[in-house]
């Protein structure tokens, strides 16, 4: 029997602890505009389930133990659900197939559902389970589907050169690389041996601004609000980049700890990052759950210069990337965090800069562009995604990202306004990345007044408290 990888056997477990929920699927939203061909589409969705094993992958037990089984092509061949959808309809329906829950022991994890709005524009939202993808999958899996439907629109099946290895070889592969964690000279055991140290006092639970007490267990209902910065912005983070021998990310990561810090997170701030986990170059055509989430410490005492917080995070990242091959949930079993079904442990912030993997679509007769598409699920009280946009008229690109929140602890309106001041810091320290975190101003004045408002209509009903006690005392 084939083990699962490490990042399989972790979701495999919260699939255990959790019941069958959609948590953790990841749906591709494809606009497709122009001269549809529904039966090379439905043939190519069954040629990249074919080549791709992981996406015809289940995960049985036998003895409370899970294994891989992949299917024959033949059993795991996806339907293509059709749906005529009203166009004002389109972000409802969706949603609501973005939720549609996979039961990972029998069902494959991929599914397929077409909606047709207009005679030619059509939605593809092709809904995977995160146990057989990442990120980074998404340039084989949309290179892949291209070409297998070039070639059945031609009336042919494509002509691919065989993958090297297969997911499950991987997973095969991972365990006996990184050795046993009882066997003190293992590779396993030093890089455990590493975070150990790495994450000593490190606070198990984030102090934020929530809008009410965290409940016992989550509900994983969350929603995301959006934002941006411009160019011209985005332009002086590259440089600032360049400058200090860091990257984009590190530079994201430094602003994200200020803001929690200011916001009244403390000086040490934890927060979760996915890394490719594909070092190896067999690895990047194809289709898989690879990523491993590490835990990034940023330390923001001393009220220090933006610039001098960036290289703090740099020396944090570097450290962490040459010791990320433990797996998260072994790292959450070694240092024995308290555990509770109400947060996330290690960490309870998750940073994503989705420059991962490229869409790579060329099917002929067919417009694509991607669609954004809220689940309604969150995984974190907080999670950051960000990615950058090019612009059309050759501009530098722009920033856009999202920030998505657990509604058990924030009202939007707070989600609201942690993106704006986010906004508003990294516009100024992009300005001017010599100026203290703390120093940075991060409210706007018409949020000053409105909380000038708010304070005197406080004020008000206060007085009128104060008369009534004096009246009847």
């Given at each position: 029997m084939t083990p699962l990888s490490f990042a399989q056997q972790r979701l495999w477990f919260l699939h255990q602890l959790t019941g069958t929920q959609p948590t953790y699927n990841v749906p591709l939203g494809l606009r497709l505009s122009g001269d549809l061909d529904e039966s090379a589409l439905e043939s190519a969705l069954a040629d990249i389930v074919t080549r791709h094993e992981s996406l015809r992958t289940v995960f049985p037990e036998t003895e409370g133990e899970p294994y891989q089984q992949v299917l024959d092509p033949g059993d795991a061949r996806p339907e293509l659900h059709r749906r005529v959808v009203d166009p004002d309809d389109v972000d409802a329906v969706l949603r609501q197939e973005a939720r549609q829950a996979f039961d990972i022991?029998?069902?494959p994890p991929v599914r397929?559902?077409?909606l047709r709005l207009r005679p030619r524009e059509h939605i593809l939202l092709l809904l995977i389970h995160h146990i057989a993808t990442d990120d980074w999958s998404v340039t084989p899996l949309t290179r892949d589907l291209s070409e297998a439907y070039t070639a059945r629109r031609l009336g042919n099946g494509p002509q691919w050169e065989a993958l090297p290895v297969q997911y499950a070889d991987y997973a095969v592969w991972q365990r006996e690389v990184l050795g046993d964690r009882r066997d003190p000279e293992s590779e396993l055991t030093a890089q455990v041996n590493y975070w150990r140290e790495e994450l000593a006092g490190s606070p198990e639970l984030l102090r934020l601004p929530a809008d009410r007490p965290?409940?016992?267990?989550?509900?994983g209902v969350g929603h995301r609000v959006p934002f941006d910065w411009d160019g011209r912005t985005q332009e002086a983070l590259v440089a600032l980049a360049k400058e200090t021998g860091t990257t984009v990310?590190?530079?994201v990561q430094a602003a994200v700890a200020a803001l929690?810090?200011?916001?009244?997170s403390g000086n040490d701030i934890p927060v979760g990052a996915a890394f490719a986990g594909r070092t190896d170059e067999d690895l990047n055509d194809l289709v898989g759950f690879f990523t491993n989430t590490l835990v990034l410490r940023t330390d923001t005492s001393g009220n220090p210069t933006f610039r001098e917080l960036v290289l703090r995070a740099r020396e944090k990242n570097l450290s962490a990337h040459a010791h990320q091959e433990v797996p998260f949930d072994l790292l959450v079993e070694v240092l024995k965090p308290e555990r509770s079904l109400g947060h996330h442990p290690l960490f309870q912030v998750m940073?994503?800069?989705?420059?991962?993997?490229s869409f790579d679509f060329d099917m002929p007769g067919l417009d694509i562009s991607v669609l954004e598409i809220d689940t309604g699920v969150a995984k974190f009280d907080l999670s950051l995604t960000f990615s950058e946009e090019p612009m059309s008229d050759g501009g530098p690109n722009r920033?856009?990202?999202a920030l998505h929140y657990a509604d058990d602890l924030f009202d939007r309106s707070t989600a609201e306004s942690m993106a704006e001041r986010l906004v508003r810091f990294v516009r100024a320290v992009a300005a001017d990345p010599g100026l203290p975190v703390g120093s940075v101003e991060l409210v706007s004045e018409r949020e000053q007044h409105r909380l000038l408002v708010e304070?005197?209509?406080i004020q008000a009903h206060l007085d009128v408290l104060w008369a009534s006690h004096h009246k009847y005392c």
């Open positions: 022991a029998t069902e397929a559902t077409l965290r409940p016992p267990a989550s509900t990310f590190m530079v929690l810090s200011r916001l009244g940073l994503a800069y989705q420059n991962a993997g920033m856009t990202g304070w005197n209509d």
